[in-house]
């Protein structure tokens, strides 16, 4: 009796299952054929303010994607705590490839500076595509007394223990910036927060903080309108860009092995159907084509990723090995890492 009762009960459920598990199906595929929805614009999450280098590369993303996928896309920017609400706010949303979340090297270095993380980098997010990479710039406020890196040096040695360094919360990147060039000339400074370097670049011009550390893709403009000092670059090579040519290195300057660059990508929450990552992928590559966005991005000393690094796997391979790179140097740090 209890087998043939079990035999019923099973059956009963494989009915009810079958054509359930049909519809969840059916409604996968169909999204995916039908993506992206008519009705429902793309968000572009932007963990930093409007106005800083991650709104830029992902307003300038937004105008070629728009032209790939032929819908809207939109910026939301999520700001705060160094990228991690904006970033939280994406693993945790509905995976049908209409919230992306745009993001820079914090994916990698949040593991190692922030307590608690509320997501897992390596396993609650679709790897979509590292979109560029770019170079840092040491700025310092207009009223400034130095000249050169040398007399800014000085100028740090004379004023120990009043410098106020602006940076986009911690695990961002003008904070792993900070972090290095403090360890690296060995003195602390007062670390002052914002939610992107949009709100603190106007402190900086207006003279709140003393120095920050920020991606040109902020900075170019403010240099060339002599609104900001510019010090050095935080790569190993001078850069070529007509407002930037002749800023020294840092590593050149005496911090030697001293090497930052920022790169951005683009995220989907963990569980996007594949065949709407690889619509959403193939965007991508093509937007990252788009004359435009090149143009734009390169007159900001970016460098737009190539084919390779838009490949899924390649992104996931790559934030993996930063996140390995980033956390053994964070460690070695010490203290300038609160
Ligand atoms: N550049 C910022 C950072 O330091 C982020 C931003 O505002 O885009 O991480």
Aim: proline fraction near 6%.
């Amino acid at each position: 009796m209890a087998i043939i009762l079990r035999t019923i009960k099973k059956e009963t459920l494989m009915t009810k299952l079958l054509p359930l598990v049909a519809l969840i199906a059916a409604s996968f595929s169909a999204l995916a054929a039908d993506f992206p929805l008519k009705d429902k614009p793309i968000t572009l999450v932007v963990p930093f303010s409007a106005g800083g280098p991650t709104d830029r590369v992902a307003r300038d993303l937004s105008e070629a994607l728009r032209k790939q996928l032929g819908t809207s896309v939109v910026i939301e920017n999520a700001a705060g705590a160094g990228s991690s609400i904006g970033a939280a706010k994406v693993a945790r949303a509905t995976p049908d490839g209409h919230t992306l979340l745009v993001n820079h090297i914090a994916m990698a270095t949040m593991p190692a500076l922030v307590r608690n993380l509320p997501f897992k980098v390596e396993t609650d997010f679709e790897y979509l595509g590292i979109i560029n990479d770019v170079p840092m710039t040491l700025i310092a406020k207009p009223s400034m007394p130095a000249n050169n890196y040398k007399e800014l040096a000085t100028w740090i040695g004379q004023n120990k223990g009043k410098i106020n360094l602006g940076n986009a919360g911690v695990g961002s990147a003008s904070h792993l910036c900070g972090l290095l060039y403090q360890n690296a000339i060995e003195t602390d400074m007062t670390t002052v927060p914002y939610k992107g370097t949009a709100p603190a670049i106007t402190d900086l011009i207006g003279g709140q903080i003393d120095l920050l550390c920020d991606q040109t893709t902020n900075t170019t403009s403010q240099i060339e309108g002599k609104k900001v000092k510019a010090y050095a670059v935080t790569t190993t090579k001078r850069l070529t860009t007509p407002a930037l040519k002749d800023l020294p290195t840092l590593a050149e300057s005496g911090l030697k092995d001293f090497n930052v660059t920022i790169w951005h990508g683009v995220y989907a929450p963990k569980g996007t159907p594949a065949d709407v990552l690889k619509k959403l992928n193939q965007a991508i590559k093509a937007a990252l084509k788009d004359p435009e966005f090149i143009k734009k991005q390169e007159g900001l000393g970016a460098v737009v990723a190539t084919d390779k690094r838009i490949e899924p796997a390649e992104h996931k391979k790559f934030v993996q090995s930063e996140i390995d790179k980033w956390g053994a140097v964070i460690k070695a740090a010490g203290s300038y890492a609160d």
